[in-house]
Structures are given as structure tokens and as C-alpha cells.
């Protein structure tokens, strides 16, 4: 496995397994079968109502907790958003059955963002988050967050894909250290991405699957990458994408295919920060 090293020095496979939308009742089969084909970068959140399954997965496989990297999130915190967003994560670690947790992100640049960020940033000087980042955060509110803390964030994850392939940001995150980490790599299958001609034909030529050659294109990319499957044959087709290589004219072709555009939620949509900013979990 590839690593990267995150701005405060922590390594990061670059290519993990995500669980948004595994049901509950699949998601400790999901994991463990995920752990077996070799995979150590696992991607919660509170949000996907998982977390214990995920934690529940991770005793069965008995893995050593220093060779996994398990990243979950915070959703948004109803104000007083200090002590809210450190009761959420021990809410989190509880579920998850971990003393620690490897990397803590903010899942939504909504609420009290500079008070969600003040107790990750505590959370992580106590070593209880080895790296804290955010998720979803465009340029604009990503410097805002970065020129008025304290701590610069590990990584940004967000929409990544063939489709809308987030050039200018990740140039900005480069030039001030963060991560850039893809969701939705494969766009979740949306715009026809698993029959795309270009990519189909540049699998063709390395003997691979379309789900491969979006991966390793993130991957060239220095993109890190947490593709979801519940399919074990899949889990292991996407872990194996290191034993080709994308030349630069096919690089070039994959590039040719974005269209600069989301294909789920733009968060500068004032309706879309309404229903996200409004939305709670329970317990
Ligand atoms: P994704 O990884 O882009 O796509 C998952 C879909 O692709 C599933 O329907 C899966 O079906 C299918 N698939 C997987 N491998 C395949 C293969 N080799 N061939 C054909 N189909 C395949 O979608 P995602 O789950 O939205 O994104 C990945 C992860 O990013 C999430 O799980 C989550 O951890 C994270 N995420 C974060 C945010 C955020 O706001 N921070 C938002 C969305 C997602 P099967 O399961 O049936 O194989």
C-alpha cells in the first residue's frame, strides 16, 4: 500500500473503504470483508449511523489498531458548539469502540465552524485525534478556516471524481498543505461512469475494469480515495490498482472528461445549506 504523509507527519493510505450507505446491519460484514482483502483506511461518519458496526468489524478481524487508520466525522453541532462537538466524539469513539481515532473530520462547513474547530483542535492536541481535517469545504471557507486557527487541517474531503475533478482546489490545497481525499470517486456510478467509452478503452489497454482506471487516475493523481462496495469480488478489484500504470497521454484523456460541475450537491446552493445546516442526529 501506498501512503501519504499528512502535514502533521501522520501516514494515510492512499486508498481506503467508505461505508456511507451500507445499511447498519451490513456494515460489520461489509468491513470485515473489506479487512480481509487487505484494505486499513476505514471511512465513517456519525451521519451514517454505522460507527458501531464499523467498531464491531474491527475486533472480528483483530487487526493491530497501529496498522489501521480509522477516519469518522462530526456532524453539525447545535451551539454551545465546543462542549456539543466533544460530547459527539466521544458519542463516536464509544460507538466505534476505539480509544483514539486517526483522523476526525468536520463533516459540513455549517454551524459553528470556528467552535467545531477550537474542540477538534483540543481533541487533537489530547492525541485523541491523530489528525483532525474537514470535508466539503470550497476554497473560500477552507483559507477563512486555515488563516484564523490555529491548526491548518490535515485534509479536505470532497466530491472527486472523473466528472468533476476539482483541479484549482486541489492546486490551493497543495500550496497550503491539505490533503485532498475524494468522495464519490466513482460518482457513485452516476453519468454512466462504469460504461465510459474513454475509460473503458484505457482499461482495455492495461487489462482492467473502468472501476480501476477511475482509482488509479485519483491515485496518480495523489488524490487518496475511499471507494464504497458491499461485493466482495468488487473489494477486491478496487484494492487492486497498483500494478499498472495510467501513461500521460491517458491521464490527459481522463482529464478531458470533466465537466467542472457536481453531480450530487453544490454547498454554496442556499437550499442545500438550509436542509444540511438544519439536519440533526439523534443520539
Ligand atoms: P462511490 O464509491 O463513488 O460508489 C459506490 C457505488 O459504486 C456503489 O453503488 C457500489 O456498488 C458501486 N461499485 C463499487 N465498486 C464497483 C466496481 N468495481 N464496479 C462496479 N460498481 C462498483 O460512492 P460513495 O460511497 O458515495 O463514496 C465513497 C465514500 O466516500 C463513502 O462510502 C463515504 O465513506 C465517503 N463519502 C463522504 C461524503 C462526505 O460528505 N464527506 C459524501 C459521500 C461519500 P456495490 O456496493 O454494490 O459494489
Not at 465546543?82 to 454551524?111: C, I, W
Amino acid at each position: 500500500m501506498q501512503h501519504v504523509t499528512l502535514n502533521n507527519g501522520l501516514r494515510m493510505p492512499v486508498l481506503g473503504f467508505g461505508v456511507y450507505q451500507i445499511p447498519a446491519e451490513q456494515t460489520e460484514r461489509a468491513v470485515f470483508e473489506a479487512l480481509a482483502a487487505g484494505y486499513r483506511l476505514l471511512d465513517t461518519a456519525a451521519a451514517y449511523g454505522n460507527e458501531e458496526a464499523v467498531g464491531r468489524a474491527i475486533r472480528a478481524a483483530g487487526i493491530p489498531r497501529e496498522e489501521l487508520f480509522v477516519t469518522t466525522k462530526l456532524w453539525v453541532q447545535d451551539a454551545p458548539a465546543e462542549a456539543n462537538t466533544r460530547r459527539a466524539f466521544e458519542t463516536s469513539l464509544r460507538k466505534l469502540g476505539l480509544d483514539h481515532v486517526d483522523l476526525y473530520l468536520m463533516h459540513q462547513p455549517f454551524g459553528d465552524v470556528y467552535g467545531q474547530w477550537r474542540a477538534m483542535e483540543a481533541l487533537n492536541r489530547e492525541g485523541l485525534a491523530k489528525a483532525v481535517g474537514v470535508a466539503n469545504f470550497h476554497p473560500d471557507r477552507l483559507l477563512d478556516l486555515i488563516f484564523n486557527n490555529e491548526i491548518t487541517p490535515a485534509v479536505n474531503q470532497i466530491e472527486t471524481h472523473v466528472f468533476y475533478q476539482r483541479t484549482a482546489d486541489q492546486d490551493l490545497m497543495r500550496r497550503y498543505g491539505v490533503q485532498h481525499q475524494s468522495w464519490g470517486g466513482f460518482a457513485e456510478g452516476r453519468n454512466g461512469l462504469f460504461t465510459n467509452p474513454v475509460l473503458a478503452r484505457i482499461g482495455e489497454a492495461h487489462g482492467k475494469s473502468v472501476a480501476q482506471v477511475a482509482l488509479r487516475w485519483l491515485i496518480q493523481r495523489e488524490v487518496v480515495t475511499i471507494p464504497k462496495s458491499v461485493n466482495p469480488d468488487r473489494m477486491a478489484q478496487n484494492f487492486d490498482v497498483f500494478d499498472f500504470e495510467l501513461t500521460d497521454d491517458q491521464m490527459a484523456a481522463v482529464a478531458a472528461l470533466d465537466t467542472g460541475e457536481t453531480l450530487f450537491f453544490d454547498h454554496h446552493d442556499p437550499e442545500m445549506v438550509a436542509w444540511l445546516s438544519k439536519r440533526r442526529l439523534d443520539g
